[in-house]
């Protein structure tokens, strides 16, 4: 596979899907917008059902510690555009093979000199390298403009803590965010290869067909040998890259701001340093991303099989 045929396939994939982009920057605009009320004091914060002013985080800074208050925050905002970017993903994946026999734009793409292979890995690294990377840069964009908007306004409240723990808070947010994306991103190959390999080849109901076979598996499991091996496979695989990427010890847990008022009384704990989460070895060692990534190419060659045969003209 040629590596600028992959690239500018990848591009015509952002340019025909824009969405991709627009989706998270939407997203991302609402928390700037947000984050601009709450600073002028027009929406009011609220942690455990009180409201926290400006002032009041003014007076509770020299008990802090800034940085890790600022990628608190930022963490926040990367954790809801991650489940935007998951979304985006999903319904890409179950589009991008099934539209082009639906329009029949795929007979103009097999006129042209690229293999079968080569398209359906443009829309792989689609999903797993371009999608991430456009989400990365729009939280980066839109938790630069949250920090200074953040910041500017406690500086005028009489504090420039923020400002000045912010920079190094924030790229260390920023690198701690591109490994989590990298992370997951391997850690689903093999969901994001099923779920083309299903675009590839259902005629109609492209969601239904993903998820009717791994429910039916489930409940075949289940009536046949009464165990839920699978079902415990699939779970993991939704939601075991984060605690085998990163770290659960509690004693880097740290108590990083405590506010107290007549209308709340809140100790947040966090770690010190987004970075000291990061735990690649567990990852890395753990069979269950190499069988991942077996199983990925796997069907990955099977959806590049069905776009090559599969005929709805």
Not at 75 to 84: G, Q, S
Not at 123 to 137: E, Q
Not at 171 to 198: D, G, I, K
Not at 239 to 250: K, Q
Request: overall charge negative; hydrophobic content about 60%.
């Amino acid at each position: 596979l040629g590596m600028s045929t992959i690239i500018a396939l990848v591009r015509r994939e952002l340019w025909e899907h824009r969405a991709i982009v627009f989706a998270p920057a939407i997203f991302g605009a609402l928390f700037v917008l947000v984050n601009l009320l709450a600073a002028v004091g027009i929406v009011k914060i609220q942690i455990e059902a009180g409201d926290v002013d400006l002032a009041g985080v003014v007076g509770s800074l020299d008990a802090l510690k800034a940085g890790a208050l600022v990628q608190l925050g930022l963490a926040l905002v990367a954790v809801w555009l991650n489940i935007v970017m998951v979304l985006v993903t999903l319904f890409y994946l179950l589009d991008c093979l099934y539209a082009e026999r639906k329009d029949r734009s795929i007979l103009f793409w097999k006129s042209l000199p690229l293999s079968d292979a080569s398209v359906v890995a443009s829309k792989l690294c689609t999903a797993a390298l371009a999608i991430p990377l456009a989400t990365l840069m729009v939280f980066v964009a839109v938790g630069l403009c949250m920090y200074l908007i953040t910041g500017t306004a406690i500086q005028f409240a009489g504090s420039s803590l923020v400002l000045s723990a912010g920079p190094l808070a924030f790229a260390e947010t920023v690198a701690f965010h591109l490994y989590a994306l990298a992370v997951q991103s391997l850690w689903y190959l093999p969901l994001f290869c099923w779920l083309l390999l299903v675009s590839a080849w259902s005629r109609r109901a492209v969601l239904l067909w993903a998820l009717l076979p791994p429910i039916a598996v489930i409940v075949v499991e289940q009536i046949a040998l009464g165990t839920k091996h699978f079902a415990t496979l699939l779970q993991e695989r939704l939601i075991g890259v984060y605690p085998l990427a990163f770290t659960d010890d509690p004693a880097r847990q740290q108590l990083v701001w405590r506010y107290e008022d007549e209308h709340a009384d809140v100790d947040l704990q966090f770690s010190e340093g987004l970075l000291e989460l990061v735990d690649p070895g567990r990852i890395l060692g753990s069979p269950g991303l190499w069988g991942g990534i077996l199983v990925a190419a796997l069907f990955f060659a099977a959806a590049v099989w069905t776009r090559r045969y599969r005929d709805d003209t």
